[in-house]
């Protein structure tokens, strides 16, 4: 069965700290891997990662994808209070008639960053 | 304001009540996406939605019921709902339901089932 698996499910910090959120999956037919971030309750798009070890960066946050490992890490340097978020990563495995959307996704880890 | 938007925000309702989610994208795209978000569960895709055909159903109980008039406007509705499905609905539309493209969200519907 596919699966994605997030890690911690939860983390506190205070700001300026770095943090390393984890994803690992296993998946049939691996496509790409994304990740969104969730304040309140609509995701917002960060990375799309469909290449192993290249990076994808924006601003403090950066993210990169190991397909031998089955895994990817989101980076956040320098946190903010306004990083605080569900931060969820989510695995494109297979297509239904050309039709993507069909994203297997983590539970989340909910990051809380203290002033 | 990611250009999807979703009504009402919240609702409650009752076992034997019917009502409707709605949601409207202003992006031009042309797939359509409901999503469930449970406490402590993944996001778990309900429907899908291309050029208003429907090519995605995940093995959703038949009290969901989705409608695509057009590529701009989908909703979802309800009867005869449970407790168990009180959960946050989020929307979502992409380009053209292909691989690789980024999915834009909703705000989502906070449903609570008495």
């Known amino acids: 069965e596919d699966k994605v698996v997030q890690s911690p499910l939860s983390l506190v910090v205070h700001e300026g700290d770095t943090v390393t959120l984890n994803c690992s999956y296993e998946v049939t037919n691996f496509r790409s891997l994304l990740w969104y971030k969730q304040e309140k309750k609509a995701p917002t798009f960060l990375f799309m990662l469909?290449?192993?070890?290249i990076e994808k960066k924006s601003g403090r946050l950066s993210s990169i994808l190991d397909k031998k490992e089955l895994f990817s890490i989101l980076n956040i340097t320098a946190t903010q209070t306004g990083d605080s978020a569900i931060y969820l990563c989510?695995?494109?495995?297979?297509?239904?008639?050309?039709?993507?959307?069909?994203?297997?996704f983590g539970k989340g880890t909910k990051l809380s960053v203290k002033p | 304001e990611t250009g999807v938007t979703q009504t009402p925000r919240h609702l409650v309702m009752g076992m034997t009540n019917k009502k409707s989610l709605k949601c409207e994208q202003h992006?031009?795209?042309?797939?359509m996406y409901w999503y469930k978000q449970s406490a402590k569960k993944p996001l778990e895709l309900m429907f899908v939605y291309n050029f208003k055909e429907q090519t995605e159903n995940n093995s959703v109980p038949s009290r969901f019921s989705p409608e695509c008039p057009n590529s701009s406007h989908l909703f979802l509705h309800l009867h005869t709902l449970q407790p168990e499905d009180s959960a946050l609905y989020l929307c979502?539309?992409?380009?053209?339901?292909?691989?690789?493209?980024?999915?834009?969200f909703g705000s989502g519907t906070q449903l609570s089932v008495l």
């Open positions: 989510a695995v494109e495995a297979r297509t239904y008639g050309g039709s993507q959307g069909n994203l297997i």
């Open positions: 469909t290449s192993s070890g």
């Open positions: 992006l031009g795209h042309n797939a």
């Open positions: 979502a539309s992409s380009l053209e339901g292909h691989v690789n493209e980024k999915l834009f």
